[in-house]
C-alpha cells in the first residue's frame, strides 16, 4: 500500500490525500488552499498525481479546504465516484456553487484590473458554475456511519462521526492485499466535546496506521461554559458603547452554534429579547435550513428542541439578508447590533465590507470564533495589526478584537491525543492540517512509534 500526501502537508488547508492498493487509487478529499495570494495561486498547480486515473474519492467533509478542487479534479480529468454522507453531499453543493461564483468574480476583476494597466490577457476562474455543477453528479450513494461501503475486492470504507460540522467523518480504510489486512484511518477534521450542536466524535476501535488533523496540537481551548461567557460579556459590553458586534463566521457550523448560543442567551435573560441578529450570508442561511433536515445528525440538545417543535437557531431580532443590497442597508446601522457574515477568515464575502464600515470605529467589536490561517485578514488583525488593506483601502484597527476560541469546531490538542489514545494498535501515525509548530508539539506528546510529518507530494510504502 502506498500512501501519498497533496495538500495539508505542513500546513491547515488543501486537504488531499491518495491511497494506491489493491489495484485501486483511492482520494480522501480534494481542497482548496486558502490563505496568502501565493497560496492561493498554487490551486492551479498540478495536483501531483494524474486525476483520470482516481478510482474514487472518499469525501470527510464540506469545508472548501477539503472538498474545493472536486469540480477542478472532473475538469481534469476524474470520472469516478465521490462517496460522502448525505450532509456533506447537500453542504459541498453550497460550498462548491458559492466558490464557483467567487472564482469566476475574482477572475472579472483581476481582467479589469489588468485592463486598466494596458494588458489585454483574460484571467481565467479555477472552475466556473456549470463545472462546479458537473462535479455534484460525481457523488454515488450516500455513506451512513458505521455502516461498511465496498469500494471493490479487498477495499472498503467505513465513516465514523468526526463532531467537526453537519455530516463530517471520519474515515476507516480496510486494506487486504497479499495475504494481510491493514486499517488507515483518516481523521478528517475531529471536533471536541462539549459543543451542543453536534455529536462528540467517536473513533474507530481499531487502525494499523492514523493520518491525523493537528491544526491545535500546541494549545489548549477554554472551556465552552467559558467562551459563551465571555460571548455573551463581548456582546453587552459593545451595545453599552453604542457600537455593533461583527463576526466573522464560518457558514457551515460556527454560524449554526453562534446562532443557538444567542438563542440560548435570549431564553436565559442574558441578551435582550430586542437584540438585533442579522445572518449575512446566504450560504450560512441556506446550511441553517439543512441543519434543520438531519435533526437526528445533531447533539441531543438541538434534537430536543426540534422534536419539541421548537426553531433551535430562531432569535426574535434575526434577519437573513439574501441581497447585496440588503447586506449593504446593514451598514447604515451605527450601533447595537450583531453582525454575522463570512468568510471566517475574512480572505472573500460580505464581512470585509462591514470591517471597511466599522473596524475603524472604537465602540465597535470584532469577534473571532476560529481557526485563521497565516497570512489572511483575520490572522492579521488578531495578531493585532494596527492597519489593514482591504479593497485597497488601509483601514485602522481600532475596534476591540476578541477571540474566543472555544467555539473553535476543531479539537484541542487534549482531544487530540484523546481520540489517537481510544483507536487500538496504531503502529504509525502521519500528522496533517496543521502549522509546523503544532505539529512537533503534538508528535511529542502521542505515544511511542513511528511519527510522520510528510512534505507536500511526499509519498510512502506502508
Given at each position: ?100 461564483r ?110 491525523m488533523?493537528?491544526?491545535y496540537?500546541?494549545?489548549m ?48 435573560g ?33 434534537r430536543?428542541l ?9 432569535v ?54 476560529g ?92
Amino acid at each position: 500500500m502506498k500512501l501519498s500526501f497533496h495538500g495539508a502537508a505542513g500546513t491547515v488547508t488543501g486537504s488531499c490525500h491518495l491511497v494506491e492498493a489493491a489495484g485501486r487509487r483511492i482520494l480522501i478529499d480534494c481542497g482548496l488552499l486558502q490563505g496568502s495570494r501565493e497560496l492561493e495561486h498554487e490551486n492551479a498547480d498540478p495536483f501531483g498525481f494524474d486525476a483520470a486515473a482516481i478510482d474514487c474519492v472518499l469525501l470527510t467533509h464540506a469545508h472548501l479546504d477539503h472538498c474545493g478542487r472536486l469540480p477542478l479534479l472532473i475538469k481534469r480529468g476524474f470520472h469516478g465516484e465521490i462517496i460522502a454522507t448525505a450532509p456533506t453531499r447537500e453542504l459541498t453543493r453550497l460550498v462548491l456553487l458559492d466558490s464557483a461564483r467567487l472564482q469566476e468574480e475574482e477572475a472579472r476583476r483581476r481582467s479589469r484590473h489588468r485592463r486598466r494597466h494596458g494588458q489585454e490577457v483574460q484571467e481565467q476562474p479555477l472552475y466556473t458554475l456549470p463545472e462546479a455543477l458537473n462535479g455534484l453528479d460525481a457523488f454515488g450513494k450516500p455513506a451512513r456511519y458505521n455502516e461498511p461501503v465496498a469500494l471493490g475486492p479487498g477495499l472498503r470504507a467505513t465513516f465514523h462521526e468526526a463532531g467537526h460540522i453537519l455530516g463530517s467523518a471520519s474515515i476507516a480504510l480496510e486494506v487486504r492485499e497479499n495475504g494481510t489486512a491493514r486499517t488507515v484511518v483518516f481523521s478528517g477534521d475531529l471536533g471536541g466535546a462539549g459543543h451542543p450542536l453536534l455529536n462528540p466524535p467517536a473513533p474507530p476501535a481499531q487502525a494499523d496506521i492514523v493520518v491525523m488533523e493537528s491544526t491545535y496540537g500546541d494549545r489548549m481551548h477554554r472551556s465552552y461554559a467559558d467562551s459563551i461567557a465571555e460571548f455573551y460579556a463581548a456582546i453587552t459590553d459593545t451595545f453599552a458603547r453604542g457600537g455593533n458586534v461583527l463576526i466573522p463566521a464560518f457558514a457551515l457550523e460556527r454560524a449554526q452554534e453562534l446562532l443557538f448560543a444567542i438563542h440560548a442567551g435570549v431564553a436565559q435573560g442574558k441578551l435582550q429579547r430586542s437584540v438585533q441578529v442579522f445572518l449575512d450570508s446566504p450560504m450560512a442561511i441556506s446550511a441553517t435550513e439543512i441543519f434543520a433536515r438531519y435533526p437526528e445528525d445533531c447533539g441531543p440538545a438541538i434534537r430536543d428542541l426540534v422534536r419539541g417543535g421548537e426553531d433551535p437557531f430562531h432569535v426574535p431580532g434575526l434577519h437573513f439578508t439574501h441581497d447585496a443590497s440588503e447586506s449593504m442597508e446593514i451598514n447604515r446601522i451605527v450601533g447595537g447590533a450583531i453582525i454575522m457574515a463570512g468568510s471566517g477568515m475574512c480572505t472573500g464575502g460580505r464581512i470585509r465590507h462591514h470591517l471597511r464600515h466599522n473596524l475603524w470605529r472604537s465602540d465597535a467589536s470584532v469577534v473571532f470564533v476560529g481557526f485563521a490561517a497565516a497570512g489572511t485578514l483575520a490572522r492579521k488583525i488578531i495578531d493585532g495589526a494596527r492597519s489593514v488593506s482591504i479593497f485597497d483601502e488601509d483601514i485602522p484597527v481600532r475596534a476591540r478584537v476578541h477571540t474566543i476560541n472555544g467555539f473553535s469546531g476543531h479539537a484541542d490538542q487534549q482531544e487530540l491525543l484523546a481520540w489517537h489514545g481510544a483507536i487500538g494498535g496504531v503502529g504509525r501515525t502521519f500528522l496533517v492540517h496543521g502549522e509546523p509548530g503544532a505539529m512537533q508539539t503534538l508528535a511529542g506528546k502521542l505515544p511511542p512509534g513511528t511519527v510522520e510529518t510528510p512534505r507536500l507530494h511526499q509519498a510512502f510504502e506502508v
